[in-house]
């Protein structure tokens, strides 16, 4: 049977052990979260009513007023679409409302209009 050498541990060396101690807490610490994002290949997440980054949120949830029943329901409004208004039944009595939608000049929104189809 034969008998492996193993090597003695290094001695720690201080010195080394700072300069990589200081190099891994700059590189956390400059750590942002799209950088996170980027490193672990994650797609960024978007809160309702936030805007990261100075960025346009891609959506946002209004309270709407039904132009027929008159209830009162929240709804998503899409700020990505092109067209600034589309058709969405009512939730609560299912009729057709046209939706209007007012944006700034960057995308965000300004304004929602409903109104009755007929």
Same mark, same amino acid.
């Given at each position: ?7 003695? #541990?290094?001695? #720690? ?106």
């Amino acid at each position: 049977m034969s008998q492996r050498k193993t090597q003695a #541990p290094r001695p #720690p060396d201080p010195k080394r052990d700072q300069r990589q101690l200081r190099s891994l807490t700059r590189r956390i610490a400059s750590l942002d979260a799209h950088n996170i994002d980027e490193l672990y290949g994650l797609e960024p997440v978007y809160e309702p009513g936030t805007s990261p980054g100075g960025r346009v949120v891609p959506e946002e949830f209004v309270a709407v007023q039904c132009p027929y029943c008159g209830e009162r329901f929240e709804t998503r409004i899409d700020l990505t679409a092109e067209d600034p208004g589309y058709v969405e039944d009512c939730q609560i009595c299912c009729r057709p409302i046209e939706f209007g939608i007012e944006r700034e000049d960057g995308g965000a929104l300004l304004g929602v209009k409903v109104q009755r189809m007929d």
